[in-house]
């Protein structure tokens, strides 16, 4: 097929044309000027050795840290990118390098969140006794609660406004890990170890109880005068937590 040109087009009236603005050239320019240097090669690509690696989960790590405070305080509606780079230390520029947008970070902080949280429950597996693996599960959630306040609240006020960025997250991972810890509680079950329970309900009453310390710090400090900050506190949440918790689960006579 043969391109016909107007007229007035460089081209038709023997002209040369940069190379690259499109533009006609100007008479006094060489004849073969050479390209710049950028243009005349690609950047070479640094390749990504183990103390580079560190150095980007690093600074992956101190942004996350800086916009989970952010978040827990402000939201996600009421968090600049702004802020999160100036209390990360880093550019602007430079946070777009590590997370392609301000919800990108939240989903990283929530889902780092979610991987944290559920650590102790992985550690659940049949050949565990389950008095002893579920009253441990339930001392580590707590003291998750009492090192990770503003975590526990960010994923609570997630979940309140339906988990719009974190469902698929639910749906997948949340759910598989779940699933297959539920089964483990059947199990538990089925051998006369635990008294008859539903897995699911008996995992939602360890969240709910566990992470009320930390979710509801003010009411808890409004009626008792004290928290988490406090030891001997978190000493008493945890065995009544473990005994309220285990004594409905040992098995019984009429069982």
Known sequence: MTIGFDREHPLAQGQSVDRLSRRPARPDAPADKPLAPKAAAARPVRPKTANRLKRIEAKRGAILDAALALFSRYGLHGTTVEQIARTAAV???????????KEDVYVGVLSRLLDQWLEPLRELQLDTDPIEGIGEYIRRKVLFSRTHPEASRLFCLEMVQGAPLLRHELETSLKQLVDAKAEV????????????????????AIWATTQHYADFASQVDALLKTGLDDERFVEEATRNVQRIILDGLRVRKDD
């Not at 509680?185 to 939602?204: E, M, S």
């Open 91 to 101: 550019s602007k520029t430079n946070l777009f390098y590590y997370f392609a947008s």
């Open 185 to 204: 509680i059947r199990g538990w079950t089925a051998a006369g170890k635990l008294g008859p329970i539903d897995p699911y309900h008996l995992i939602f």
